[in-house]
C-alpha cells in the first residue's frame, strides 16, 4: 500500500488509498450503510478510550486511539466517496459552517 505521504499527504490521496479497499459486492447503498454504521463503531471506539482514560483513570493509549480516529476517517472516506464527494470538500464545507457559526 501507497503511504498517503506519497501522494502529497493531502485528502484526496488518502481518500484514495481508501478508495481501493472497498468492498466491491456492495451497492453503493450498502456501501454507504456500511460505512456510515462503521462510522459511528468507530467513535464509539474513540469515546471508549477517552472515558476510560477520564473517567477509570486509566493512561491514554494515544497509539490505539490514534489508529481508531484513522478507522474513522476511512469510514468517512468511503461515505464521502460514495455520495461522489470529495474529502476536501467536505472539510472545505465544514470550515465554511464553521466559520458562520463562531464568525
Given amino acids: 500500500m501507497t503511504h498517503p505521504a506519497e501522494n502529497g499527504g493531502t485528502l484526496a490521496g488518502y481518500q484514495s488509498e481508501a478508495r ?3 468492498n466491491l459486492t456492495l451497492t453503493d447503498e450498502q456501501r454507504l450503510l456500511d460505512a456510515s ?3 459511528a463503531e468507530e467513535a464509539g471506539e474513540v469515546l471508549a478510550h477517552v472515558r476510560k482514560h ?3 483513570g486509566r493512561p491514554l493509549d494515544r497509539e490505539a486511539l490514534t489508529l481508531e480516529l484513522g478507522d474513522a476517517l ?3 472516506a468511503i461515505a464521502a466517496d460514495t455520495l461522489g464527494v ?3 470538500d467536505v472539510a472545505r464545507r465544514n470550515v465554511e ?3 458562520l457559526r463562531y464568525p
Fill in 86 to 88: 470529495s474529502l476536501a
Fill in 54 to 56: 477520564v473517567f477509570q
Fill in 74 to 76: 476511512w469510514c468517512l
Fill in 20 to 22: 481501493r479497499t472497498i
Fill in 97 to 99: 459552517k464553521l466559520r
Fill in 37 to 39: 454504521a462503521g462510522l
